[in-house]
């Protein structure tokens, strides 16, 4: 059987950098924010989960003469896992019809579609895990109410709960804050929030001007100045044929978690999303069984999953 036109096409040097480019700009920030990425070499792999009958705790690297060596790596008792094959197809119709210069510029919007529901679908995974291995209210807290100082109060303050996971992660990994829409929204609202920036007008006297917090203002606000993200996924929770149902993903949550950048796995983070080394998200095309159309798909293998719930907390701000 012949290579398909649009196999021809889309293993050109030009198509092959445009589809590794707009899958590199299609993942979503929140996502990688929340469950970083963390390459394995193989489907399946071993992976360190941290509990509380076992804590991650700094290896001790002093070598003595004649002594054993501390030695790193995985065991029988470390967690197994296998990446999970997803995929999306766009068939591309007529393509016998279309010049050259038209498939091309066809198969780069299919690609460019393809790689940003691909990466949509992941956050939501990746979001939709965080939640739900967490148990909201662990805090009693609420940012809507102004009686609160949701920056410095001792039970249910940021700069609390900043703390408390940096001890959690045993200093493996930095603290890091994602908020849900109507979060922050309260959270920036919040009388106390809003007394600590000072804005002085022209002139002096009495008069001060006004401002509103924004997310990139939340870290610098905390003593320990961690990273911030604020969520703005949104889903729809309707069945089918019925009136949409529209909300936040993570709308009235606050998560704060211990996570690195580019973890490994053996390292504390709340989360990670395992992925194949090499890059995860691969387009291809294939001619559907009729030989009558011709389709261009995404394939992607990954797994988000927990590995030290302890390095996390979520606040949920619905009044109590």
Not at 211 to 216: D, L, Q
Not at 247 to 256: A, N, P, R, V
Not at 304 to 309: A, D, F, Q, R, W
Request: overall charge negative.
């Amino acid at each position: 059987m012949l290579e398909s036109r649009i196999a021809q096409l889309a293993t050109s040097p030009l198509l092959t950098q445009f589809a590794i480019t707009a899958s590199q700009k299609a993942i979503r920030p929140v996502g990688n924010f929340i469950a970083p990425l963390c390459e394995v070499p193989d489907i399946n792999f071993r992976y360190k989960v941290y509990t509380d009958t076992n804590r991650f705790r700094i290896p001790s690297t002093r070598r003595n003469p004649g002594s054993p060596v501390t030695r790193l790596g995985f065991s029988a008792d470390d967690a197994t896992g296998t990446l999970e094959p997803n995929a999306l197809d766009f068939p591309i119709p007529n393509v016998q019809g279309l010049s050259e210069e038209a498939l091309s510029y066809s198969i780069m919007e299919a690609q460019s579609i393809l790689a940003d529901a691909s990466a949509l679908a992941l956050e939501n995974e990746q979001i939709g895990t965080a939640v739900n291995a967490l148990t909201a209210d662990a805090v009693p807290f609420n940012p809507g109410d102004d009686t609160l100082d949701p920056i410095g109060d001792a039970t249910g303050g940021l700069d609390t709960l900043c703390l408390n996971i940096i001890k959690a992660a045993k200093n493996g990994a930095p603290v890091k804050i994602l908020f849900g829409a109507t979060a922050f929204k309260k959270w920036r609202n919040n009388k106390q929030v809003r007394s600590r920036f000072v804005v002085s007008n022209r002139g002096g006297g009495a008069n001060v001007g006004q401002v509103s917090p924004t997310i990139a203002d939340v870290g610098m606000l905390l003593m320990t100045n961690p990273e911030v993200q604020l969520s703005m996924m949104v889903v729809d929770t309707s069945a089918p044929g019925t009136a949409e149902s529209i909300s936040f993903l993570l709308d009235e949550k606050i998560i704060i978690f211990a996570a690195n950048g580019a973890p490994n796995r053996m390292d504390p983070s709340f989360m990670k999303t395992f992925a194949p080394m090499g890059g995860f998200f691969k387009p291809g095309s294939y001619v559907t069984e009729d030989q009558r159309d011709e389709v261009l798909k995404m394939d992607w293998t990954t797994l988000p999953k927990i590995t030290n719930s302890a390095a996390a907390i979520m606040i949920n701000t619905t009044a109590h």
